[in-house]
């Protein structure tokens, strides 16, 4: 148990990393980088949702999609309803701890309240779900593979913001400013996270 | 068939549930808060530019409407605007005076250079380097921190030097905290007439690495109206901003080195290449 909980810790942080192995998320991945300020925002809230969302949706598939149920006479399995059923569990969830979060911790709120929202459709939190449902994890290895996704994702998304706040005051040739050099960063980036590939 | 029911039956019950339980959180977990604050926001600029002294225009506006702080604090917000706000909480506002900023500093690339520079293209590295490449200690090094950290776009980069816009500077004071040769001070709008130079240096030392630098020959002083127009500060001549002199001074001072400056003409580059 200890060893498998490990093997998904550094398989989700370093070799399978949301970002630079999976390209999942790579819309505030690109989007938040600016400032390494709004990417520790963005990486905070990102881990928040999708250790939360993965617990949640991994106990809704063990005890209800998996199960096959007796309705008038015919058996059904609504595993099929996965993805729709994520989706509208995730975003309503995050929307009810942004109230709660509101209510009760107005300087967390402060700190995560514009992220939230931003990723409550995110690919990578839903990808989170899906592929641990895929790996067969239970509800405890779900939850650490999502933490771990998010805190890979936080790893690249504040590496990425530090180079990017670097770049601004480089000398960039004129047609590769801006986008240009991020997207040929990133694309370097993803390949230095290669060479973790051989660990797990 | 009994699939397809099922599945309807579970989607829509699932989002029943769902709205069910969010709309309970959201009335039994409701924030108040002061709808005035909302209006005063509003009624901002909206720039968030932090000149206020707080963390952008919303937390200003409850800051107004606690009473923290005066609509007259947004350096941004025209006089109309603070007087409105005012209005509008039934408070009485005391009255700003619209501060602008201005570089000290005329040493363009063409009048002074002392070496190339290639590292990171920031004033604040480039100042760690012998203090920059410019031939004078104390001058600008045109290197766009000042022009990055303005949320206005009020200050152009031109020749290797920077030149604020008078009338798109709305005094947020962001420049004053970037500039690593503190050359950059808020001054009082109205005033036209500024020493372009901020170096202490002996007049002949000056001369020697810009073309255009203030050598406190004094032709001002004794042009101005009220001796007290312009102040001596060693080898250096400034504006006297509690007594301004009128605009027409730099005519009639005729600067021999046109470090005297009227700041319209100066953001319109009037005087590039008038300098012997």
Known sequence: MADNILTITIGAILVNNFVLAKFLGICPFLGVSKKTKTALGMSGAVVFVMTLSSLVTSVIYKYILSKTFMVAGTEVNLTFLKILVFIVVIASLVQLVEIILQKFSPPLYKALGIFLPLITTNCAVLGAAELSVQAGYGVLESTIFGFCSALGFALALILFSSLREKLDLAQVPVPLQGTAIGLI????????????SGLV | MTIILTSLVFASLLG?????IIGTAAKAFAVESDPRIETVTDMLPGANCGGCGYAGCADFAKAVVEGAAMPSGCPVAPASDSARIAEYLGITSEEKEKMVAVVRCSGTISTTVRSPYNGIQDCR??????????????????L???ARACPFNAIEIRDGLAVVHPELCVGCGKCVDVCPKDLIVLVP???EVHVYCNSPEKGAVKRKVCKTACIACRKCIKAADNEDQMIVKGFLVETNYDNPPLPD?????????????LASKHAAGEYEGVSK
Not at chain 2, 16 to 20: K, N, R, S, T, V
Not at chain 2, 125 to 142: H, I, M
């Open chain 1, 185 to 196: 960063t990133a694309g370097i980036l993803a390949m230095v996270f290669m060479g973790f």
């Open chain 2, 16 to 20: 029943a549930i769902l709205a069910l």
């Open chain 2, 125 to 142: 590295s480039a100042v760690l380097v012998a203090g920059g490449a410019k031939g004078c200690d104390y001058g600008c090094l045109g």
């Open chain 2, 144 to 146: 766009a921190s000042c």
């Open chain 2, 189 to 191: 709008a109205s005033v």
């Open chain 2, 249 to 261: 001074l730099v005519e009639k001072a005729a600067c021999p080195t046109t470090a005297l400056r």
